[in-house]
T-cell receptor
Framework: GAGVSQSPSNKVTEKGKDVELRCDPISGHTALYWYRQSLGQGLEFLIYFQGNSAPDKSGLPSDRFSAERTGGSVSTLTIQRTQQEDSAVYLC????????????FGPGTRLLVL | KQEVTQIPAALSVPEGENLVLNCSFT??????LQWFRQDPGKGLTSLLL?????REQTSGRLNASLDKSSGRSTLYIAASQPGDSATYLC??????????FGAGTTVTVRA
């Protein structure tokens, strides 16, 4: 079956612009996660959704970052007034349930802020 | 907070040699541990998931062990092939369900 998909695959934007990143999880997966992989920083957790609610937003680096999930499916990560330090690969993952389940990752969105 | 460390950071072996990749974690109340493979410019591919109640998991040439008491997991890859060249990441899940990743071990298998 189809895996996790993300769009766009690459995004180049100018500093100060807003960007939206999209994640389509595996059908039927209730849990959805966003991570960020920065050069030299490794992978860091951003936010977790169970259904449409986000019980944990603790990983969002600033109030310029927000995410929503509608219909228990597609999620959008929005970065407002982008900064150069936001340049990274943004990875989305989904799992059938919550903790204890294998997380399956999408190919990521490579964001470059000039 | 779960801290995950992977040693070595890079490894180069001749084809056919067995690979041993080490992962250590600080929170012994780990829920499960997952090993991933990442190819350059690509996303993460899940290799093995070990639940906290398990000691090891096997899939083909891959075997992963988990020792909660010592805070260690080891990924063994038997009879390495050039196609095994990639970065291998381990990640632990504690009760808060988010994955805490190590920095990865970059493996090069020389033909």
């Amino acid at each position: 079956g189809a895996g996790v998909s993300q769009s766009p695959s690459n995004k180049v934007t100018e500093k100060g612009k807003d960007v939206e990143l999209r994640c389509d999880p595996i059908s039927g997966h209730t849990a959805l996660y966003w991570y960020r992989q920065s050069l030299g920083q490794g992978l860091e957790f951003l936010i977790y959704f169970q259904g449409n609610s986000a019980p944990d937003k603790s990983g969002l680096p600033s109030d310029r970052f927000s995410a929503e999930r509608t219909g228990g499916s597609v999620s959008t990560l929005t970065i407002q007034r982008t900064q150069q330090e936001d340049s990274a690969v943004y990875l989305c993952a989904s799992s059938l349930g919550g903790s204890g389940e294998t997380q399956y990752f999408g190919p990521g969105t490579r964001l470059l802020v000039l | 907070k779960q801290e995950v460390t992977q040693i070595p950071a890079a490894l180069s072996v001749p084809e056919g040699e067995n690979l041993v990749l080490n992962c250590s974690f600080t929170d012994s109340a780990i829920y499960n541990l997952q090993w991933f493979r990442q190819d350059p410019g690509k996303g993460l591919t899940s290799l093995l998931l070990i639940q906290s109640s398990q000691r090891e998991q096997t899939s083909g040439r891959l075997n992963a062990s988990l020792d909660k008491s010592s805070g260690r997991s080891t990924l063994y890859i038997a009879a390495s092939q050039p196609g095994d060249s990639a970065t291998y990441l381990c990640a632990g899940v504690s009760s808060d369900y988010k994955l805490s990743f190590g920095a990865g071990t970059t493996v090069t298998v020389r033909a």
